[in-house]
């Protein structure tokens, strides 16, 4: 049994993780964290006890940061919608989130269990680098970081250079990116191409009847009028998903290296931007591990087992 600590800023696409997690066999979802992102954590954490509840499962929600550590919060309802969730509106959770603060929850869950937790983040990293800075000890005690973030060829898509969880939290991203934990960083641009949910996907999971792919579809349908209208793609973009594949079977990512990474804070055109050493330039010793290709095929097998 392997034990996860999901990190999120529940919307439409971490939804879906959350529920692929909860749904596969051999893994126990020790916790869900919220922190401020995609919508506030009050929302988050509604989102996320939903989701949970779909599941039959009773996961504990905790929220966390309400804020980046040096920013406002700018979240991105434009593109989730105004509840995150597509303008589904679900009822109030029959559950409550749990009193203690998430990264209290984060450190208590790593250090009780060191070698065992792997940790998703699936939004920006102000609760991880909180907890980091209260408990350095934990980067080496938790197992492997899953890290749903950046772009490790620049293609943003909140601005032409940066993805949003990092951009809406630099300064925690680069301080999770420097503290030594085992990162595997699966970029934004791992939803594109062939792993970019089309027509014909979306008509073979809404076919499966099930509670689960009409939940992933309708929760998204915001984010599929953005994708199209904004972005000017051909279907739905679901990054969290295809990082938490990876996550859930390493072999989806089919190229992974280690590298120098950064990340920019302060630049006027660039704030957020994940600045990978691909080739060694800069000389500086590999901090993470960067995903450079997956496997759209077993991605989407994978999701479309997860909703059946």
């Known amino acids: 049994m392997r034990r996860f600590l ?9 939804a879906v993780a959350i529920l692929m997690a909860l749904r596969t066999p051999g893994i126990q979802v020790e916790a869900i964290t919220i922190v401020a992102g995609n919508v506030d954590v009050d929302q988050g954490a509604k989102n996320a006890l ?5 599941c039959g499962m009773e996961t ?3 929220k966390g940061l309400a804020k980046p550590l040096l920013r406002p919060h700018v979240d991105a309802r434009f593109f989730h ?7 589904l509106n679900l009822p109030a959770p029959k559950r409550q989130p749990q009193p ?8 208590e869950a790593v250090r009780s269990a060191p070698g065992e937790i792997t940790l998703v983040t699936l939004g920006p990293l102000s609760n991880i680098a909180t907890a980091l ?8 005690q938790v197992k492997e970081v899953y890290v749903m973030g950046g772009a490790a060829n620049v293609v943003g898509n909140i601005t032409p250079a940066a993805e949003y969880n990092i951009w809406c939290d630099p300064e925690a991203a680069r301080i999770v990116f420097h503290f030594g934990m085992p990162i595997l960083m699966v970029g934004w641009e791992h939803c594109l191409g062939p792993s970019l949910l089309d027509e014909g996907d979306m008509r073979r999971m809404r076919a499966l009847g099930t509670p689960y792919a009409d939940f992933a579809l309708d929760c998204n349908r915001n984010a599929l009028k953005v994708c199209r209208e904004w972005l000017g793609l051909s279907g739905l973009t679901l990054p969290d998903p295809v990082a938490m594949a990876v996550a859930l079977d390493r072999s989806v990512c089919t190229q992974a290296e280690k590298k120098y990474a950064d990340v920019e804070t302060i630049g006027e055109l660039t704030r957020g931007e994940t600045v990978v050493d691909r080739f060694g330039v800069l000389q500086k010793e590999a901090n993470i591990e960067v995903c ?8 989407k097998e994978m999701l479309f087992g997860r909703v059946s």
């Open 6 to 14: 999901i990190d999120t800023d529940t919307a439409s696409d971490d």
């Open 50 to 54: 939903n989701t949970v509840e779909l």
């Open 133 to 140: 800075l209260r408990e350095p000890a934990i980067a080496k």
């Open 81 to 87: 919608g105004e509840d995150g969730m597509g303008g």
């Open 60 to 62: 504990p929600v905790y």
């Open 292 to 299: 450079f290709a997956v496997d759209a095929v077993k991605f």
């Open 100 to 107: 203690k603060h998430a990264v209290e929850a984060i450190v």
